[in-house]
């Protein structure tokens, strides 16, 4: 069983719009967790194509600066920097969208901060639609995903994935993470009833009640069918 709330409180989003990458308008969202291993372990579970699969998704290519990889039947993109055990930066490429994702690990005591930002276009449709959540619940599954693989070196099994998603305490995380990120929003300046809309509309997706897809790492692996 999964702690839910635990969970959702272990990670801290931030929403900073206004910003500006490569000429674009973007949004930029964070989220950060600590976990209770060193740096290079958790470097080593981002990063290994063997382990990838273990917690978040099967993936493909050149993992080196420079290079390209695909996710699984998700984004694909391209390897902007890495720094082992410390920063990784990547394109991330789904449909015609590109994003920006920028993680930075810091060590303290035996214990590591993973940082994730996810900068996204502000005029893209799904951001604009569905607001922060649009990446930000893809995101937090995917925390989730490696705090569990991390504390108990369980993988993933696609099966048990998508009947977690149906079932009444997957859907009470997306719940809890959509109004997590409609808050975050809030917090960095959005109106709260457009704000509350769109973490509604978040819901609705994940729950299986709005068929557009949002651009976040789970989107094609969670949804109910």
Known sequence: MIDISSQIGAVTRTVRPGGERDGVATTAVTASQTYPVPAEEVW???????????WFMPVSGDLRPGGRFQLEGNAGGEVLGCEPPRRLSITWEFGEVVSWVDVTLT???????LELVHTSPSEDDHTRRYGP????VGWDLSLMGLSLHLTTGAGVVPEEVQAWAVSAEGQEFMVASARAWGAAAVA??????????AAERTTAFYLGQEPPAPVGPEATDVRPA
Do not use: F, K, N, Y
Not at 44 to 54: F, G, M, S
Not at 107 to 113: I, L, P, S
């Open 133 to 136: 959540g649009a990446a930000g």
């Open 107 to 113: 060590e303290d005591g035996g214990r590591t901060v």
């Open 44 to 54: 080593h579970a981002l990063t290994d194509p063997e382990r990838l699969p273990r």
């Open 188 to 197: 960095g300046g959005e109106d709260e009833a457009t704000a509350r809309a």
